[in-house]
């Protein structure tokens, strides 16, 4: 099945300064590659994600980008803001087999931590 | 619409008593997911429907776990008997399958402790 690697564990930041989180995976039939904040209390909620036919997207402050050849694809948060302080979460899904959505392999999470 | 809605939101129970989780996903999302918690494991995938059948319930971790979707509009998971490692934060999320991997909604979970 597939293996999904998430660091650091803990990523502490000036505000202001940029965040990256870097993530590996291991099935190269991976395509579907979701990024998800977690605030204390709540479920995880989906900030941003990526199919493997594009190599990067952008969504304001953060993007992400892929790199299917290497297997691993990171998060970038620019400009961060003391509510960007949460846990987040890679995941990676396999193709679609026509017997639904497949669930989703889920890193270990990274807290991000917003210094003012 | 309400997002998913997971209930209890915390349950407290004695080791050996029966835990029954409920799931409401997101009317017209016909993939639901079972997810459970902890520091030490993350996120784990526990079992998925779709179109309420069990497709994958690789992720249960014994017998004594055991869920079922009645209808499309909920979902139970079921412990039986609970024991003090099945504590951990009980994540329901629910998505359209269609041509391809959509958003997965997540509910607000339900803490269980095992005493």
């Known amino acids: 099945g597939e293996n999904v690697e998430q660091h650091p564990s803990t990523l502490s930041v000036q505000e202001g300064d940029s965040a990256v989180i870097k993530c590996t995976y291991s099935?190269?039939?991976?395509?579907?590659f979701p990024w998800y904040k977690q605030e204390l209390g709540k479920g995880p909620q989906l900030i941003i994600d990526?199919?493997?036919?594009?190599g990067e997207k952008k969504d304001q402050r953060i993007a992400v980008t892929l790199n299917k050849t290497a297997k691993h694809f990171s998060l970038h948060i620019t400009e961060t803001q003391p509510e960007d302080s949460a846990v987040y979460f890679c995941?990676?899904?396999?193709?679609?087999?026509?017997?639904?959505?497949?669930?989703?392999?889920f890193g270990k999470g990274t807290h991000l931590i917003i210094q003012p | 619409d309400a997002g998913v809605i997971q209930s209890p939101r915390h349950e407290v129970t004695e080791m050996g008593q029966e835990v029954t989780l409920r799931c409401k996903p997101i009317?017209?999302?016909?993939?639901l997911f079972w997810y459970r918690q902890t520091m030490m494991r993350g996120l784990e995938l526990l079992i998925y429907?779709?179109?309420?059948?069990?497709?994958?319930d690789s992720g249960m971790p014994e017998d004594r776990f055991s869920a079922k979707m009645p209808n499309a509009s909920f979902s139970t998971l079921k412990i039986q008997p609970s024991e003090p490692r099945d504590s951990a934060v009980y994540f329901c999320?629910?998505?359209?399958?269609?041509?391809?991997?959509?958003?997965?909604?997540f509910g607000q979970g339900t803490r269980l402790t095992v005493v």
């Open positions: 999320a629910s998505s359209v399958s269609g041509t391809g991997n959509t958003e997965a909604f």
């Open positions: 099935d190269s039939a991976s395509n579907y």
């Open positions: 990526i199919r493997s036919n594009v």
């Open positions: 995941a990676a899904s396999p193709p679609y087999s026509g017997g639904g959505a497949d669930g989703l392999t």
């Open positions: 009317s017209g999302h016909n993939s």
């Open positions: 429907f779709n179109n309420n059948v069990p497709i994958d």
